[in-house]
């Protein structure tokens, strides 16, 4: 792939994936989500921010660094070899039933409003309404959950559902 053509539409998350290998520690191999607002250059500063972390870590310097576009390698004198490897992904985070252009709010309800909507994936909250066929109440959202909390990026209309204050 030599480039990304992508065209910004509401309710859709431009997002790069990192995947890692090549370091002893298993947290920094693997997959690794940067989500918005991070962007490419970003992917580049991260790898360059790890490399020169590894480099004071270890003492060792690199004796090769080779890529192209979506990837990078680092050799390095005491025989490591870390490799970097991104795409460019798109998470749709509309509704699946309306299709509203509004990013989906994280919300969860408990598992009996949930069963009875008949409903699967990620409906918003409007449509979770319709399918239960009544207006939700603070008891019909899970207690002591962040995403049902004032930590949430709820709109005002999901907020006094939820029952938090304006």
Not at 111 to 125: A, F, K, M, N
């Amino acid at each position: 792939m030599d480039g990304f053509d992508y065209q910004p539409q509401g309710g859709v998350l431009s997002e790069w994936l990192l995947e890692v290998s090549g370091y002893e520690d298993p947290v920094l191999n693997g997959q690794l989500d940067l989500i918005p607002p991070r962007g490419l250059v970003e992917v580049e500063d991260t790898i360059r921010l790890w490399e020169r972390d590894y480099a004071e870590d270890t003492g060792a310097h690199a004796t090769r660094i080779c890529g192209g576009y979506g990837w990078r390698e680092f050799h390095w004198r005491n025989g490591a070899l870390h490799r970097y490897e991104w795409k460019h992904v798109l998470i749709d985070m509309r509704c699946r039933i309306c299709m509203r252009p509004q990013i989906a709010r994280v919300y969860m309800v408990t598992d009996e409003v949930w069963e009875s909507s008949g409903l699967s994936g990620w409906p918003c909250w409007r449509c979770l309404e319709d399918a239960i066929e009544r207006r939700l109440v603070p008891e019909d959202f899970k207690p002591g959950l962040p995403c049902n909390s004032e930590q949430g990026n709820h709109e005002p209309e999901l907020r006094a559902r939820i029952g938090l204050a304006e």
